[in-house]
Every structure is written in structure tokens, then in C-alpha cells.
């Protein structure tokens, strides 16, 4: 951090589920973070969380009922580590089969898909990550040693139109896209903020990204 001052990050406040456990986390990493809607605050963030639980569909609503749209897209353009995570992560894709009237917002291209019929849905348990070969160095990825394990609770996955940009995959009876990279932005399907140590070691990873950033 820089010997100076934690790294401000805003965790998007949109009222959808449990949003302070990723607050929390990141606070127990070192992170001074805030749970806001504050346009000004998001905007002075070194940094920025959307966290997510429940409904496609839901969530992007409440999240254009709380004006923090077009929030989103500024940081993401901005350059500032930007982390989604959980149904966060699934808001970021253009789509979802779970909500087909729901549009998401396009920062990464493609659709978030069911798993498959024959697997009971939701996969809600630990799992082991395996990072993809292109994605092995990623500086969120790289500290956490061989399959680490993260909790999962969904029924869907993100299924982008370039495959590249899968950095992590798991095995739920078939290949799972677990978490994704693209350009400043970082996004899981998993919950960090609930997978212990692993978890734990990834958020602390963002926080030093955050850390980087220019006051």
C-alpha cells in the first residue's frame, strides 16, 4: 500500500443481498473500504467492487434504480482495478438465459448460460480453481498456489464470446467458467469474501492492485 495509506475502494451499494461481507473482507485485507452510492466517492475510489446475489434480472434493475449504471461503466474505463463478483460478475456479460428480457451491461461480451440439466442446480459448495494457461500470471491468481479451493453458490456461468478471457475454470460435471479477465476488470462466479484463506489471499491481491493506483 505503499507505506502511505490503504487503498480507497468503493463497493457499489445498490441494496441487493449481503453487500457489506465484501466490505468487510476487504477491510480485514487491508483495504479502507466503503459501502456507497455516492457517485463523487465511487469516482474518487482507487478502486471498485460490484458484488452481487440473486436474479439477473433483479439485480441489474435495482442497480439502474440506484443510478449506478453508468457508474460501472466509468470505472471500468477508468482503468482502476474493477472486481465483480457472484451475480456482479454474471451483470457484467450482455445477457442471461436466467432473465432473457434483463439486458446486462456489456462489459464483457457474451452470455451468462445454465449449467447443465443433468447437474443439480445450484452447485453450492467448495470447489477447486484451475487457472487457464494464459491466465496462470495473473496477479490475483498467481499467489494462491495449485487448485485452491473457493465456494460456489449459482446456477449459471458466464460463457463470453472470446474465450481468452476465462482465467479460471472448475469441474461441476463438466468445465465450469469460474473467473475472467479483461483488461482492468476481474470478475468471479465464485464468493471470495466467503472462501477462507484462499478467498482471503485473492482480495488481498486486489488490494495491492488498488494499492498501484495514483492517489
Not at 435495482?62 to 463478483?85: K, Q
Not at 457474451?110 to 467448495?126: A, F
Request: a negative charge; aromatic letters at 6%.
Amino acid at each position: 500500500m505503499n507505506g502511505e495509506r490503504a487503498p480507497r475502494i468503493a463497493v457499489l451499494d445498490y441494496g441487493i443481498g449481503n453487500l457489506r461481507s465484501a466490505q468487510k473482507a476487504l477491510e480485514h485485507v487491508g483495504a479502507d473500504a466503503v459501502l456507497t452510492a455516492d457517485h463523487t466517492e465511487i469516482a474518487a475510489a482507487d478502486a471498485v467492487v460490484l458484488p452481487g446475489v440473486g436474479a439477473f434480472g433483479a439485480c441489474m434493475d435495482a442497480l439502474r434504480a440506484a443510478g449506478l449504471e453508468d457508474e460501472v461503466r466509468a470505472a471500468v474505463a477508468s482503468g482502476r482495478p474493477f472486481l465483480g463478483i457472484c451475480v456482479g460478475m454474471q451483470m457484467l456479460f450482455d445477457a442471461s438465459e436466467e432473465d432473457p428480457h434483463a439486458v446486462g451491461l456489456g462489459v464483457i461480451p457474451g452470455t451468462v448460460r445454465w449449467l447443465g440439466d443433468e447437474l443439480p442446480r445450484p452447485q453450492m459448495q467448495w470447489n477447486q480453481l484451475a487457472a487457464t494457461d494464459a491466465h496462470r500470471d495473473d496477479p490475483l491468481l498467481a499467489g494462491l498456489g495449485e487448485s485452491p479451493w473457493m465456494y460456489f453458490v449459482h446456477s449459471l456461468h458466464g460463457v463470453p464470446a472470446d474465450p481468452s478471457v476465462v482465467a479460471a475454470t472448475c469441474d461441476y460435471g463438466g468445465v465450469v467458467n469460474a473467473a475472467f479477465r479483461l483488461g482492468n476488470v476481474f470478475a468471479t462466479q465464485f464468493h471470495p469474501e466467503k472462501s477462507g484463506e484462499s478467498g482471503l489471499a485473492l482480495l488481498a491481491a486486489f488490494v495491492r492492485l488498488a494499492g498501484r493506483v495514483p492517489a
